[in-house]
C-alpha cells in the first residue's frame, strides 16, 4: 500500500515550501498555448487510472498523415519539473517534432506530484497510462522519453514494464541516482543543493529504500532496462555524474545500445553556463533532434 508523508511539522514546511515554488514557476512560466502544427493532430483527453473515478491527463499528437487507426511507432513522454509542480504540455514542440517527422504517436502523459504523493504515485500514473496504451492503442512499438524528473519517470517506467514491451527510452537530464544527486555539488543556478534536498525530501517518505530502480534506475541490472537507452545531461548539471557512472556501467556490462551523450560548460536543459560556453545556446535542440534519430533507429533495428 503507498505511503503518504505522515503528518509533521517538517512536512508542513516542505508542503508550504512546494505551494510557493509552484506559484512562483507557474508565474514565471505560464502554460504556453497549444503549440500550432498544420501537420500535427493535437488532442487533450484523459486514460483510466487504477482508483476508480480517477483520470490521467494526456495530450496526444498524431500525424496528419496517418489514419484515425493506423498502428504507428509510439512514445510516451513526461514533463520535468522536479515531481512537485504541474507542467503537462511544457515539451509540446518536442512532442509535436517527433510526431511529424518520425510519423509516431505521441502521447505526453501527466502524472501526480509529490509532496501530496510522493513514490511510487506518480510512477503509478505512468504505469496505468502505458498499459491502457498496450491494450486499446493500435501501435508497432511502444518507447518513453521523458526531461529531468520526467526522464526519471521515462526509466521507471521502462524497468516496471520490462524490455519485452518498452523498446526504447530517451532521457534528458534525468536524475538516475537519487542519493548522489542529493549530494553532488554544484554551480547550476537552476538546481542548487538546497533545491535538490527539497526534492528528495518532498518525494521519497522517510523508510523508502533509495535504491529502488524505478527511484535510483542507475540501481538497474542491464537486463531491466530498454535494449535501446539514450541519456544527455550538461556536464555542469549536477545530476550529470550520477548519470555518467550509471551508463559507463551498463556499457562494460554489454548492454547492447546504451548512449550517453555528455555536454561540456552546459547546465540542466542544456543550459550554457561560463565564459567558455558560448556558441552553445543551440545545444538543447541539437539534443532533441539526436534523440528523435536514436529513438528511430530503435525501431528498426532487432537487437
Known amino acids: 500500500m503507498n505511503q503518504h508523508h505522515p503528518w509533521s511539522l517538517h512536512y508542513l514546511y516542505i508542503w508550504a515550501y512546494t505551494r510557493l515554488l509552484r506559484f ?7 502554460a ?111 518507447s518513453t522519453s ?52 527539497h526534492i528528495r525530501a518532498c518525494y521519497v517518505v522517510p523508510g523508502t529504500s533509495i535504491t529502488d530502480p524505478r527511484i535510483s534506475p542507475a540501481y538497474a541490472s542491464k537486463e531491466e532496462l530498454p535494449r535501446h537507452l539514450w541519456l544527455g545531461a550538461g556536464a555542469v548539471d549536477p545530476l550529470h555524474d550520477a548519470a555518467k557512472v550509471f551508463m559507463e556501467r551498463i556499457q562494460k556490462e554489454g548492454h547492447p545500445d546504451a548512449v550517453f551523450r555528455s555536454i561540456g560548460h552546459t547546465g540542466h536543459g542544456f543550459v550554457p553556463l561560463g565564459p567558455e560556453s558560448a556558441g552553445l545556446q543551440g545545444k538543447a535542440k541539437e539534443m532533441r533532434e539526436e534523440a528523435m534519430a536514436f529513438l528511430q533507429r530503435s525501431v528498426q533495428q532487432d537487437l
Open 146 to 197: 521523458g526531461f529531468s524528473s520526467g526522464g526519471s519517470i521515462a526509466l521507471g517506467l521502462a524497468i516496471v514494464l520490462g524490455p519485452d514491451r518498452i523498446r526504447s527510452t530517451a532521457a534528458f537530464y534525468p536524475s538516475t541516482n537519487i542519493d548522489a544527486d542529493t549530494h553532488a555539488q554544484s554551480i547550476d543556478p537552476p538546481l542548487p543543493p538546497s533545491f535538490l534536498r
Open 24 to 30: 512562483l514557476v507557474l508565474r514565471r512560466f505560464p
Open 32 to 142: 504556453s498555448p497549444p503549440y500550432e502544427n498544420p501537420k500535427v493532430v493535437r488532442t487533450e483527453g484523459t486514460v483510466p487510472s487504477r482508483e476508480k473515478g480517477r483520470a490521467i491527463r494526456v495530450i496526444q499528437y498524431r500525424p496528419l498523415s496517418a489514419a484515425p487507426e493506423e498502428a504507428l511507432p509510439i512514445l510516451i513522454n513526461f514533463h520535468g519539473a522536479g515531481f512537485i509542480i504541474p507542467r503537462l504540455g511544457a515539451e509540446q514542440e518536442f512532442c509535436s517534432m517527433v510526431a511529424e517527422r518520425l510519423g509516431w504517436l505521441v502521447i505526453d502523459c501527466d502524472y501526480r506530484k509529490a509532496p501530496e504523493y510522493p513514490f511510487p504515485w506518480g510512477l503509478e500514473d505512468a504505469e496505468d497510462a502505458a498499459l491502457h496504451i498496450l491494450e486499446h492503442i493500435p501501435h508497432k512499438t511502444i
